[in-house]
């Protein structure tokens, strides 16, 4: 999917000066951050976002010499770990559980779980469980999934990782075969507050899930860019599971493999590339 710079430029932007605060550089490097990123946004229109971002995500981790993002993302799974049980009762009270328990997963990226709310984050996903998926392959996912003998998870941000490991739990109980081999993918390094592989450790997926590094530092899975163990578990899948925008941007347009998006299309390009309205969530099979 193609970057549309009358959005994507503004979100940027915004991000890389809420990243930069993380760490405070000077004044002067973070002018300089700011003129590179706004010359790329101007030179390489008609990329991906997520090759358009990938330079100063690259930047911005070697001028600051750690994973900034670290204290968020682990206070983010923490919290979410505290929703599970709720979630979980939920999802074991409804008529569809399947439907049920991956709408959770999806709507785990709507929510900060360390944020301010009158209502609780419980609350907020509960209310946001009762939209309906405005792209529904949802009856086709489940078919794939019990007859799959090997899946690639593709995780978003960390924080839903709790609500991934869940449904992760539900498919092994419920739905996959019992010998279905699961593999569970993170990035290569600090992306942004997406999920990394001490995220999943923090959660439990790895105790049952292989977890595997794609060895780079997109925010989204570019598969011919990613590591060779990545890439591995990818072809030899039966199915991809694909969590959020920044992977979507990216998998979209793939028909190698039977990919199933699932996102909450929170921005005015992804929602008019997937003719929804902005802010609802979407389960869509790309073949």
Not at 40 to 48: F, H, I, R, S, V
Not at 67 to 91: G, S
Not at 179 to 190: A, E, L, S
Not at 219 to 248: C, H, L, P, T
């Amino acid at each position: 999917m193609k970057a549309d710079i009358r959005y994507c430029s503004t979100c940027m932007l915004d991000a890389l000066l809420m990243e930069m605060s993380l760490f405070q550089p000077s004044v002067e490097v973070q002018k300089q951050e700011f003129n590179k990123l706004i010359k790329d946004l101007a030179d390489k229109e008609g990329e991906t976002p997520i090759t358009i971002q990938n330079p100063y995500i690259t930047r911005l981790h070697r001028l600051a010499g750690y994973d900034f993002y670290q204290e968020m993302r682990e206070q983010d799974d923490r919290e979410m770990m505290k929703l599970t049980p709720a979630v979980k009762e939920m999802i074991d009270n409804s008529e569809d559980s399947f439907r049920t328990a991956l709408k959770f997963a999806i709507l785990g990226n709507l929510i900060d779980p360390a944020g301010q709310s009158e209502k609780s984050p419980a609350d907020v996903l509960a209310e946001a469980a009762k939209v309906p998926l405005a792209i529904d392959d949802s009856d086709r996912l489940k078919e794939r999934l019990g007859q799959a003998s090997s899946i690639l998870y593709i995780a978003d941000n960390a924080g839903e990782v709790a609500l991934d490991k869940m449904f992760i739990d539900y498919l092994k109980d419920q739905i996959l075969p019992k010998d279905c081999r699961i593999n569970f993918g993170v990035r290569g390094t600090q992306v942004h507050n997406d999920a990394r592989e001490s995220d999943t450790a923090i959660v439990g997926l790895d105790k049952i899930c292989t977890i595997i590094n794609a060895g780079t530092s997109y925010a989204g899975a570019i598969i011919e860019e990613s590591s060779e163990e990545f890439q591995k578990a990818y072809y030899d899948a039966d199915i991809i599971i694909s969590k959020g925008m920044g992977n979507y941007e990216v998998l979209e347009n793939r028909t190698d493999k039977p990919i199933a998006l699932l996102l909450v299309a929170k921005c005015v390009p992804i929602s008019e590339h997937l003719g929804v309205e902005r802010g609802m969530p979407v389960c869509k099979l790309t073949i």
